[in-house]
């Protein structure tokens, strides 16, 4: 049974203010819980944290930490520190139907028709930033307390249900989606190169929204795209990814001849647009992209909801599986931190190769 907690809005608005600080600045927090260290012991621990702690994970952290904490002040739970039963309700309600906070400007259907399941590896994440803010600020998480084992039968129990759920794979992007965008507008131009240059490179989609016209250098080959940090480059020593221009994709042409089109020398290469149309200085968001590849996946005939934002990713790596592309050179490019990771998207496809009962079905 759940025990709920009569907390003041100002109080539990503190007590998130608190989480989201901790988790924006490890650093500091760490530093304040290690007070017996000299100053070069502890320079040598803030050092090895901020070249641990990709800035990526820790905002991803800091925006989970804020959704637990609006689902909690929704339901009258104290999040700072959270029992096991509370976020094992919370985490339940990710796998089930999902939850989108509620905002002045959002009416409950609106709400409801944003939230959707998530997979087991978002869920995963969303226990793993609770776990980091409690530690953080100074207490048991949630996992470690006494009733740990309520929340740990919970995440068997989603991991078990998700396991074979193929609604949480997306699709991946391929060259009709591309196709479809045949204007000779702005936007058109942008969502062309967003996503041969996002297939071509199997980017992240938040290192897609990072790309700037300094990181992209011209090569007698095609573009080099330097990506300075990413998911699993925990150290900061970043990537030169190579992007050919092929016959397909036509990646480098998208991309310079979105560059001419916005007139764009410095700054963001994939940046917002006013919905009439006009450009901004600033960058896409991550949401961004993924709505451009939903947009893109419709036109082409396919349910837009089975894509996503990694969807472009996903492409590339399964269609490098399909032409028998050499695995380890899938990982170099993809930037993987494991071979088993890019074995996944090459899996499927295996299946009908050399199949068993080829000679006679």
């Avoid at 600045?25 to 007070?35: E, F, H, I, N, R």
């Avoid at 820790?58 to 096991?84: H, I, K, V």
């Avoid at 001419?260 to 991550?286: C, N, W, Y």
């Amino acid at each position: 049974m759940i025990e709920r907690t009569d907390v003041s809005h100002d109080a539990e608005n503190d007590m998130s203010l608190a989480g989201d600080l901790v988790v924006a600045d490890q650093v500091s927090a760490l530093a304040a819980y290690l007070p017996d260290l000299t100053p070069d012991d502890r320079e040598r621990v803030d050092g090895y944290v901020a070249r641990a702690s990709a800035e990526a994970t820790l905002r991803a952290y800091q925006s989970d930490w804020r959704l637990f904490c609006a689902w909690c002040e929704e339901s009258g739970y104290r999040s700072l520190p959270a029992t096991p039963a509370i976020v094992a309700a919370f985490l339940t309600l990710l796998a089930e139907r999902g939850f989108a906070p509620r905002t002045p400007h959002r009416a409950r259907g609106g709400r409801e028709a944003l939230a959707k399941p998530l997979g087991r590896s978002t869920i995963g994440r969303r226990l793993s930033a609770i776990v980091f803010a409690h530690r953080a600020a100074g207490f048991d998480p949630p996992t470690q307390q006494p009733d740990g084992a309520r929340l740990e039968k919970a995440m068997r129990a989603i991991r078990r249900d998700k396991r074979d759920d193929p609604s949480g794979k997306k699709r991946p992007a391929d060259g009709d989606m591309l196709r479809t965008i045949d204007g000779g507008d702005l936007r058109s131009y942008r969502d062309r190169a967003l996503l041969a240059i996002g297939m071509a490179g199997a980017f992240r989609r938040s290192e897609l929204v990072a790309i700037t016209v300094g990181r992209v250098s011209d090569d007698t080959r095609g573009l080099l795209v330097r990506v300075p940090t990413s998911k699993t480059d925990q150290e900061g020593k970043g990537h030169s990814v190579a992007i050919p221009d092929g016959r397909r994709l036509q990646p480098v042409r998208h991309y310079r001849a979105w560059l001419q089109k916005a007139a764009i020398e410095t700054g963001p290469v994939f940046r917002k647009l006013t919905p009439q149309g006009r450009l901004t200085d600033h960058p896409m968001s991550a949401q961004g992209v993924a709505l451009v590849v939903k947009a893109a996946a419709r036109s082409a005939g396919y349910p837009g909801g089975l894509f996503s934002g990694h969807s472009l990713r996903a492409g590339f790596l399964t269609e490098a599986g399909r032409q028998n592309a050499n695995l380890f050179k899938m990982r170099e490019h993809s930037r993987h931190a494991s071979i088993d990771m890019v074995a996944e998207y090459v899996h499927d496809h295996e299946r009908f190769r050399e199949h068993a009962g080829e000679g006679f079905l």
